[in-house]
């Protein structure tokens, strides 16, 4: 046998092992759950350059596709700032999606942002946006890029077919595999460790709960773990009797010390019921895990838990601080937080004699906005946006990505803004519709702008934006 004959037959192999290990720890270890059926979860593994689709049934992941030839950041190891060109590792989420006609030919057949910096990046001080999973330049050779996670065209398209928007991202140096008896021993280790913060929360224990939070942990309130314990401290007093329901209940690991739990709660006490989706992040310090970070996302409370609503706010209640004895009972609101809030009257009609201060107000609203866009400062552009913002596919966060994408790649940026007309909208938001121009090295158009803008703690915010072309 020459040397080299004994060199493939080697390596032949060590390819056949590789897939007879692949083939018996079949399970996705990083995906985890609990009264999940037909959810999505994208996974990448940086290391193998290769992506994977798979679909939660009956609380286990199975692989619907498989992606090869991923291409991934220049720079080796997480993200950390702006510029490193690094692909960051952690769990992240869909939250838009960009057309090819809105992208440059370098992003293929279109563009899929995530949430880059989330919640626990920010915490950590990481730096950068514009972290998308979008198509590629079939001219295009090199096999690096500036951080996105690139896929081929067809896959693009594909997942376009598939409702990706709001599918979880895992991102991982490497992804692991395992067989069933130790998929459901660390499954249940997890789901122990969540019902740990479920029963000392539920039975008022507040020394237990204090026991699972990091001294560093923050909340999507910014409260720090001193705020949040007391505060935690304080509604257990004052709400003794609660109903707490955690469910569709997903847990993601990125590594073996930083894991994200995923799921929707229903809380209800006397006069307050929220509903949303929790996502709790832990890190592992010495042996043992803690949450560094709660975020909170608030939804429509489902049908299944109105009846319960209605239960709960039958119960007599004392006044609280914010309530006296002769007004009556809050009805329940859904909001950021689990905690009782104010309700006010609805103040959207403005009096009349403040109309022309409202015109200039928003006048010059405009005008500040219009030239943070020409400076290109994601920073101070996105300040003039409601959290509460969406445009098409696009939140917030989405915008924002998008945006300052875009801000890193034209080099000079002008608006031209004329016409403006102000409709104030029964609801107390304010129309903003105006004719713009829009100018960059590549691109010269003329439209209609059309602003949503709702007062916020005093201040304008666009809450919606749209615009048409004029011809």
């Given at each position: 046998m020459t040397k080299i004959s004994r060199i493939f037959f080697s390596l032949l192999i060590i390819l056949l092992c590789h897939n007879a290990v692949y083939a018996s720890k079949k399970i996705f270890a990083d995906v985890m759950a609990k009264g999940v059926d037909k959810e999505k979860v994208f996974l990448v593994d940086k290391g193998m350059k290769k992506s994977f689709l798979v679909e939660i049934r009956d609380d286990l992941p199975v692989l619907i596709k498989e992606f090869d030839d991923v291409i991934v950041g220049e720079g080796n190891g997480d993200k950390l700032r702006e510029g490193d060109k690094k692909t960051p590792t952690g769990v992240y989420y869909v939250i838009g999606f960009i057309p090819q006609?809105?992208?440059?030919?370098?992003?293929?057949?279109?563009?899929?942002?995530?949430?880059?910096?989330?919640?626990?990046?920010?915490?950590?001080?990481?730096?950068?946006?514009?972290?998308?999973?979008?198509?590629?330049?079939?001219?295009?050779?090199?096999?690096?890029?500036?951080?996105?996670?690139?896929?081929?065209?067809?896959?693009?398209?594909?997942l376009k077919s598939i409702n990706f928007i709001n599918t979880p991202v895992v991102i991982a140096e490497k992804l692991h595999f395992t067989d069933e008896l130790n998929y459901n021993t660390e499954k249940?280790?997890?789901?122990?460790?969540?019902?740990?913060?479920?029963?000392?929360?539920?039975?008022?224990?507040?020394?237990?709960?204090?026991?699972?939070?990091?001294?560093?942990?923050?909340?999507?309130?910014?409260?720090?773990?001193?705020?949040?314990?007391?505060?935690?401290k304080m509604l257990m007093e004052k709400y003794p009797q609660k109903t707490i329901t955690f469910e569709n209940i997903k847990i993601f690991k990125e590594n073996e010390s930083e894991v994200v739990f995923d799921f929707d709660q229903y809380y209800s006490a006397p006069n307050i019921t929220t509903y949303?989706?929790?996502?709790?992040?832990?890190i592992k310090?010495?042996?043992?895990?803690?949450?560094?970070?709660?975020?909170?996302?608030?939804?429509?409370?489902?049908?299944?838990?109105?009846?319960?609503?209605?239960?709960?706010?039958?119960?007599?209640?004392?006044?609280?601080?914010?309530?006296?004895?002769?007004?009556?009972?809050?009805?329940?609101?859904?909001?950021?937080?689990?905690?009782?809030i104010k309700q006010v009257k609805n103040q959207a009609s403005a009096p009349k004699e403040n109309n022309i201060n409202i015109e200039k107000?928003?006048?010059?609203?405009?005008?500040?906005?219009?030239?943070?866009?020409?400076?290109?400062?994601?920073?101070?552009?996105?300040?003039?946006?409601?959290?509460?913002?969406?445009?098409?596919?696009?939140?917030?966060?989405?915008?924002?990505?998008?945006?300052?994408?875009?801000?890193?790649?034209?080099?000079?940026?002008?608006?031209?803004?004329?016409?403006?007309?102000?409709?104030?909208l029964k609801n107390g938001d304010f129309?903003?519709?105006?004719?713009?121009?829009?100018?960059?090295?590549?691109?010269?158009?003329?439209?209609?702008?059309?602003?949503?803008?709702?007062?916020e703690n005093g201040k304008p915010k666009i809450v919606g934006e749209s615009w048409r072309p004029l011809r």
């Open positions: 006609s809105k992208l440059d030919k370098i992003y293929g057949t279109g563009a899929f942002p995530l949430n880059y910096p989330n919640f626990v990046d920010k915490l950590y001080g990481k730096t950068g946006h514009g972290i998308w999973i979008h198509g590629r330049d079939p001219l295009e050779k090199k096999q690096v890029s500036k951080g996105c996670v690139v896929l081929k065209n067809e896959d693009i398209n594909y249940s280790f997890w789901l122990n460790f969540l019902n740990e913060f479920y029963e000392s929360w539920k039975n008022n224990d507040i020394n237990r709960l204090s026991k699972l939070i990091h001294v560093r942990f923050k909340d999507s309130n910014h409260k720090s773990y001193s705020e949040y314990i007391q505060r935690k949303g989706t929790k996502r709790l992040y832990l310090e010495a042996n043992d895990f803690k949450i560094i970070a709660e975020e909170y996302i608030p939804k429509a409370i489902p049908e299944r838990f109105k009846h319960m609503t209605k239960l709960e706010t039958t119960k007599e209640a004392k006044p609280t601080d914010n309530t006296s004895k002769d007004e009556k009972p809050t009805t329940p609101v859904v909001k950021t937080d689990n905690e009782p107000t928003i006048n010059d609203f405009v005008e500040e906005w219009r030239l943070s866009w020409e400076s290109k400062d994601i920073n101070k552009y996105i300040d003039f946006y409601s959290t509460n913002f969406r445009s098409g596919s696009l939140d917030y966060e989405g915008w924002k990505n998008d945006k300052g994408g875009k801000f890193e790649r034209i080099k000079n940026i002008s608006v031209e803004v004329s016409n403006i007309k102000i409709k104030h129309e903003v519709t105006f004719v713009q121009k829009y100018k960059t090295e590549t691109m010269n158009n003329k439209g209609v702008k059309t602003l949503t803008i709702r007062i």
